[in-house]
């Protein structure tokens, strides 16, 4: 496989040691210099063919960027936008359903969960004692 470009290895690096899936403006605000943001998505758009990083979106239509080869699993606040990972997934017994009943050779998953985090539903349930 040839080897990468020295920005693409910059993003790839970015992306692989990032705890949680970031977008490109984060990607960028850890970048030095700075590349503009078209350098950063040619980047990503490489490294997502080559399936060294994986997308998703959530929210608004956001692209979010996570390291690739392996499956997915998150957890969202609709109201502050944290996101997090988690690792249990009973998602495999399912899997195995489906490559059945479908005649698939699946190759990962994405799955995540939204709600509302603690801290935003502190804040939430005062706006609402205070209606």
């Keep these: 496989m040839k080897s990468l470009s020295e920005i ?12 949680t899936p970031i977008n490109v ?12 943001l078209s350098t950063i998505y040619r980047a990503l758009d ?8 994986q997308s998703v979106a959530f929210f608004d239509g956001t692209r979010f960027y996570y390291a690739g080869g392996r499956d997915a699993h998150f957890i969202l606040c609709g109201e502050c936008h944290e996101i997090r990972k988690f690792e249990q997934c009973t998602a495999h017994t399912i899997r195995e359903n489906l490559e059945r009943e479908f005649d ?6 994405v799955l995540y969960f939204r709600g509302v985090c603690a801290d935003c539903r502190m804040v939430l349930d005062k706006k609402a004692r205070f209606r």
Excluded: C, F, Q
């Design 8 to 19: 693409r290895e910059s993003v790839l690096r970015v992306v692989e040691r990032s705890d």
């Design 46 to 53: 490489h490294l997502e063919k080559r399936e060294l990083v």
């Design 25 to 36: 403006r984060t990607i960028a605000d850890h970048l030095a210099p700075r590349p503009n």
């Design 104 to 109: 698939y050779h699946l190759t990962g998953h």
